[in-house]
């Protein structure tokens, strides 16, 4: 076994727990955990928006804690952080509980990215880092994909699936503490904050708006098929399978970026994700479009990320992790900030004003031209 599958397939699995089930679950189960604690758009819009800020926080302290003490023991950490936020929410009573639970699942996933860049960039043979790192990534899509199955056998049981989804994590801990290695960087490269050039700045106004965009069917994708076609929770399950199944293209990210460049990918991209947001909001749509819309949303928005990963990891090359924590960060800052805008606008002007407007974000994130050429082996 080479160290590239080792390390990627540890990796697929680790962000597929943290990213798929501590994370992008939540959307797919809001419905029923709004029934039950009876939550409304907007509140859930500023609880959607906790987990993305306690990525945010997570990440940063994520970037730092591998260059300190290896990738090994952060991803470990990440996930047992993940299984710990996943209890709190399958126990649940109220939403302040349910609230500070999410944020812990959600930080989870910020720790698990930054050590999987590191391990990569030690481990990996330089001509297969880009295309390691955007296959770890695509992990997303998986979890996401294998939640909507679930949802589907496990109707209305939200607190037993997110039990389930802990004990996953903790089995994830443990092949993670076998499969990585023990990682760590200079000490000279620990305090430092890299210098931000033209290029970073446009990495964090791109993911920024991205992210905050992404929010319109990460948050509340659920609430705007049960919406618009009176869809119950199996229905919304189904979903879920094709915007993560579809989500798998990401994998591929880094050979479309190889031969098409990162502002041509971008730009299609963006394009797609928007489209596949308006195909499950606007009003008149049908269950075909809909899922064509997830399928659209999950691989754009999947391919996304990995163009974010191989845009910061080639800007600061010898510091993989704080390359990859800044575009990530970003997608996660405009998340904090999208969640509760859109939950607002949703509850005051309806579904139609709310996914037509964060489609339009979503396109203004490629005003910020990568200005940068990657060539991958």
């Not at 489609?359 to 082996?377: M, W």
Request: proline share 3%.
């Amino acid at each position: 076994m080479t160290k590239a599958f080792s390390i990627g397939a540890t990796g697929f699995g680790l962000i597929a727990v943290c990213y798929g089930f501590a994370r992008f679950a939540f959307g797919l189960f809001l419905p029923d955990i709004d029934q039950q604690l009876s939550l409304g758009a907007t509140v859930s819009g500023v609880i959607s928006g906790g987990s993305f800020l306690g990525y945010c926080i997570a990440i940063i302290a994520s970037a730092v804690l591998t260059e300190r003490i290896g990738a090994r023991l952060v991803a470990v950490g990440a996930s047992l952080v993940a299984a710990i936020g996943m209890i709190g929410i399958a126990t649940a009573p109220n939403a302040i509980w349910l609230a500070s639970a999410v944020l812990i699942a959600g930080s989870s996933t910020g720790l698990a990215s930054p050590p999987m860049a590191a391990a990569v960039a030690a481990a990996v043979q330089k001509n297969q880092q880009n295309k390691t790192n955007a296959t770890i990534n695509a992990g997303t899509s998986v979890g996401v994909a294998l939640s909507g199955p679930i949802a589907l056998l496990m109707t209305g049981e939200w607190r037993l699936a997110f039990a389930g989804f802990a004990f996953v994590a903790v089995v994830m801990a443990m092949i993670a503490g076998f499969s990585l290695p023990a990682t760590q960087t200079k000490p000279r490269q620990h305090h430092r904050w890299p210098q931000l050039d033209g290029n970073i700045w446009r990495l964090i106004i791109a993911a920024f708006l991205m992210g905050a965009a992404s929010t319109a069917l990460w948050s509340f994708g659920g609430k705007l098929a049960s919406f618009r076609l009176g869809w119950q929770n199996s229905d919304v399950g189904i979903l879920w399978i094709a915007i993560g199944s579809a989500g798998i293209a990401g994998a591929f990210s880094g050979n479309l970026v190889a031969r098409f460049g990162l502002g041509r990918t971008h730009w299609l991209f963006l394009g797609l994700m928007s489209v596949g947001m308006f195909a499950v909001g606007f009003e008149g749509t049908s269950a075909p479009i809909t899922f064509i819309g997830g399928a659209l949303f999950g691989g754009a928005y999947v391919l996304l990320t990995g163009v974010y990963l191989i845009w910061g990891v080639n800007a600061l090359p010898d510091r993989p992790a704080t390359g990859l924590m800044i575009g990530f960060l970003m997608i996660a800052v405009g998340q904090t900030a999208g969640a509760p805008i859109f939950g607002l606008i949703m509850d005051t002007f309806g579904p139609t004003y709310a996914v037509l407007s964060f489609a339009v974000l979503g396109l203004s994130a490629g005003l910020a031209r990568t200005g940068q050429k990657v060539v991958l082996a």
